[in-house]
C-alpha cells in the first residue's frame, strides 16, 4: 500500500480494526477518539466467528471475558398468558416451561466492552496507528482530501473513514443521517457483583423486541431492546427490564440467598444506545461510501435487525475497507458490503416482521423445547454460523418444526 493518510472517526472493534489493518499495510493511520475505551451499553456477546477475524493481531487471553455455556429461552406471557397484562399465567410461571439451548465452548464469549475495545485498540497502535483523543467536530470532503475539524484544530488526510456508531458525524456530513424509525433502543442496567455461564433471552411483542440478560465476568449485562418509533420511552423500557430481572430472580443466578438478599447488594449502572435496525428498503439505499470516505459497523447500518448483534460486521468492515483503500477502490468496498453483509441483513430485516409475534415466538420457544435438531439450529444462529439465507431451508427440513417454519417462509415473502 502507498503512505497515505488516514483518519479514522471511532476508536471502537470497526475503526480500531479497520486502523490495525490499515496501519499493518503501511498507511499512515490517526484514530480520533476521546472516550474509548470505554464501557459499552449492549450485552457484548462476541461470537466465535468474529474473534476469528481477529486472528493472532489480538490475544483472546488479552481481555476477561465469559464463554457461555447455554442460552434460556423462557416462554413468554403474551404467547400463552393474558396479553392485556403481559403476566404470566400460573401454568407458565416457572422454568419448567423454558427452553434451554446448549453452547458449544467455541460459540460465545461475553466480554467487557471497555476491555474487549482496548485490546483491539492496542492492537492497532501496536501497528503503528496514532491514537489522537479529540473530538471530531465537522468533515468536509475538499479538493485532493478531507478536512477534519477537531477540538484541537484542523487536520487534513486523504481518506476517511466513519466508525463513530449510529449518530455518527461522518455519516451526517458526507451521508444520511439516519431517521428515528432506522434505529432502536437498547436500554438497561449492568447489574454489579452477579453473574453465571448463561444468557437469558425473552421475545416481547409489545414493543416488538426483546429482553436479555447476557453475563460477563464481573456483572450481568440486562436490558430491553426495541424500535425507536415504537412509542415506549427509554425510562419506560428500562423500567421494564428491571422488573423483568427482578420477576425473573436473575440477580441470584448462582446464589444460595434470596433473590430480595441479593439484589440489594447489586448495584444497578443505567444506560441507553441507539443501535440502526434498518429495513430491506433501507439497506438497498444505504450509502456506505463515496469519494474519499468510506462508512464502518453502526455508522454503516450493519447490524443484524432481529439480534441488533453488530460486533461481526463492524470487524469484517474494518478488513474489507482495508482491503479497499490498499487497492484504491471504494467500489471495491461497496461490492463487498452488499454482497458479504447487506445481503444477509437484508434477509434477516424480511424476517423480523413475522419474528416477534406471539403467535410465533410461542411455537418458536415450544419446538426449542422438544427438539434437539431445532435447538441445533438456535446454537449456530447464536454463534453466527447460520446464515439467514439457508435458514428458512433448514427449518424446513426440520420436521419438528412444522407450522412456525411455514409462517416464517410466508412471512418473509410477504416483506420482500
Given at each position: 500500500?502507498?503512505?497515505?493518510?488516514?483518519?479514522?472517526?471511532?476508536?471502537?472493534?470497526?475503526?480500531?480494526?479497520?486502523?490495525?489493518?490499515?496501519?499493518?499495510?503501511?498507511?499512515?493511520?490517526?484514530?480520533?477518539?476521546?472516550?474509548?475505551?470505554?464501557?459499552?451499553?449492549?450485552?457484548?456477546?462476541?461470537?466465535?466467528?468474529?474473534?476469528?477475524?481477529?486472528?493472532?493481531?489480538?490475544?483472546?487471553?488479552?481481555?476477561p471475558r465469559t464463554t457461555i455455556r447455554?442460552?434460556?429461552?423462557?416462554?413468554?406471557?403474551?404467547?400463552?398468558?393474558?396479553?392485556?397484562?403481559?403476566?404470566?399465567?400460573?401454568?407458565?410461571?416457572?422454568?419448567?416451561?423454558?427452553?434451554?439451548?446448549?453452547?458449544?465452548?467455541?460459540?460465545?464469549?461475553?466480554?467487557?466492552?471497555?476491555?474487549?475495545?482496548?485490546?483491539?485498540?492496542?492492537?492497532?497502535?501496536?501497528?503503528?496507528?496514532?491514537?489522537?483523543?479529540?473530538?471530531?467536530?465537522?468533515?468536509?470532503?475538499?479538493?485532493?482530501?478531507?478536512?477534519?475539524?477537531?477540538?484541537?484544530?484542523?487536520?487534513?488526510?486523504?481518506?476517511?473513514?466513519?466508525?463513530?456508531?449510529?449518530?455518527?458525524?461522518?455519516?451526517?456530513?458526507?451521508?444520511?443521517?439516519?431517521?428515528?424509525?432506522?434505529?432502536?433502543?437498547?436500554?438497561?442496567?449492568?447489574?454489579?457483583?452477579?453473574?453465571?455461564?448463561?444468557?437469558?433471552?425473552?421475545?416481547?411483542?409489545?414493543?416488538?423486541?426483546?429482553?436479555?440478560?447476557?453475563?460477563?465476568?464481573?456483572?450481568?449485562?440486562?436490558?430491553?431492546?426495541?424500535?425507536?418509533?415504537?412509542?415506549?420511552?427509554?425510562?419506560?423500557?428500562?423500567?421494564?427490564?428491571?422488573?423483568?430481572?427482578?420477576?425473573?430472580?436473575?440477580?441470584?443466578?448462582?446464589?444460595?440467598?434470596?433473590?430480595?438478599?441479593?439484589?440489594?447488594?447489586?448495584?444497578?449502572?443505567?444506560?441507553?444506545?441507539?443501535?440502526?435496525?434498518?429495513?430491506?428498503?433501507?439497506?438497498?439505499?444505504?450509502?456506505?461510501?463515496?469519494?474519499?470516505?468510506?462508512?464502518?459497523?453502526?455508522?454503516?447500518?450493519?447490524?443484524?435487525?432481529?439480534?441488533?448483534?453488530?460486533?461481526?460486521?463492524?470487524?469484517?468492515?474494518?478488513?474489507?475497507?482495508?482491503?479497499?483503500?490498499?487497492?484504491?477502490?471504494?467500489?471495491?468496498?461497496?461490492?463487498?458490503?452488499?454482497?458479504?453483509?447487506?445481503?444477509?441483513?437484508?434477509?434477516?430485516?424480511?424476517?423480523?416482521?413475522?419474528?416477534?409475534?406471539?403467535?410465533?415466538?410461542?411455537?418458536?420457544?415450544?419446538?426449542?423445547?422438544?427438539?434437539?435438531?431445532?435447538?441445533?439450529?438456535?446454537a449456530d444462529l447464536i454463534a453466527g454460523?447460520?446464515?439467514?439465507?439457508?435458514?428458512?431451508?433448514?427449518?424446513?427440513?426440520?420436521?419438528?418444526?412444522?407450522?412456525?417454519?411455514?409462517?416464517?417462509?410466508?412471512?418473509?415473502?410477504?416483506?420482500?
Amino acid at each position: 500500500m502507498r503512505a497515505v493518510d488516514v483518519g479514522v472517526v471511532g476508536a471502537g472493534p470497526a475503526g480500531a480494526w479497520a486502523a490495525e489493518r490499515l496501519a499493518r499495510a503501511g498507511a499512515r493511520v490517526t484514530i480520533f477518539d476521546p472516550t474509548h475505551p470505554r464501557e459499552k451499553p449492549c450485552g457484548g456477546g462476541v461470537t466465535g466467528r468474529a474473534l476469528a477475524l481477529l486472528g493472532d493481531a489480538v490475544d483472546a487471553a488479552s481481555f476477561p471475558r465469559t464463554t457461555i455455556r447455554t442460552a434460556r429461552f423462557p416462554l413468554r406471557a403474551c404467547a400463552t398468558g393474558d396479553k392485556s397484562t403481559g403476566r404470566r399465567s400460573p401454568e407458565t410461571s416457572g422454568s419448567v416451561r423454558d427452553a434451554i439451548v446448549t453452547l458449544d465452548p467455541e460459540a460465545l464469549v461475553v466480554a467487557s466492552r471497555s476491555a474487549f475495545d482496548a485490546a483491539i485498540l492496542s492492537a492497532a497502535v501496536r501497528a503503528g496507528a496514532v491514537h489522537e483523543r479529540v473530538r471530531v467536530r465537522d468533515v468536509t470532503v475538499e479538493s485532493g482530501g478531507v478536512r477534519l475539524d477537531t477540538d484541537a484544530g484542523s487536520r487534513r488526510v486523504a481518506f476517511v473513514v466513519g466508525a463513530d456508531g449510529a449518530a455518527s458525524i461522518v455519516r451526517r456530513r458526507l451521508a444520511t443521517p439516519f431517521r428515528r424509525g432506522e434505529l432502536s433502543i437498547a436500554t438497561g442496567v449492568f447489574a454489579r457483583g452477579v453473574t453465571s455461564d448463561e444468557i437469558v433471552i425473552e421475545f416481547d411483542a409489545d414493543p416488538p423486541g426483546y429482553l436479555w440478560s447476557f453475563p460477563r465476568p464481573d456483572h450481568l449485562a440486562i436490558g430491553i431492546c426495541a424500535s425507536a418509533d415504537a412509542g415506549a420511552t427509554s425510562g419506560a423500557l428500562r423500567a421494564r427490564a428491571i422488573e423483568w430481572a427482578t420477576r425473573s430472580a436473575l440477580w441470584d443466578v448462582h446464589s444460595r440467598r434470596s433473590s430480595r438478599e441479593r439484589g440489594s447488594e447489586v448495584g444497578l449502572h443505567t444506560y441507553s444506545w441507539p443501535i440502526p435496525t434498518l429495513s430491506p428498503r433501507d439497506f438497498d439505499a444505504c450509502a456506505v461510501a463515496g469519494p474519499r470516505w468510506a462508512l464502518l459497523g453502526d455508522a454503516a447500518g450493519l447490524v443484524d435487525p432481529i439480534t441488533r448483534e453488530g460486533i461481526y460486521f463492524a470487524l469484517a468492515s474494518g478488513g474489507w475497507i482495508a482491503d479497499a483503500v490498499a487497492r484504491d477502490s471504494v467500489a471495491e468496498y461497496r461490492s463487498r458490503v452488499h454482497d458479504e453483509a447487506v445481503a444477509e441483513l437484508s434477509r434477516a430485516a424480511r424476517f423480523k416482521a413475522a419474528f416477534f409475534r406471539p403467535a410465533f415466538t410461542g411455537l418458536l420457544v415450544g419446538a426449542l423445547r422438544q427438539s434437539a435438531a431445532i435447538r441445533g439450529v438456535m446454537a449456530d444462529l447464536i454463534a453466527g454460523r447460520q446464515s439467514y439465507a439457508s435458514l428458512k431451508w433448514r427449518l424446513l427440513g426440520t420436521w419438528e418444526w412444522g407450522l412456525a417454519a411455514r409462517a416464517l417462509a410466508s412471512a418473509a415473502g410477504r416483506d420482500r
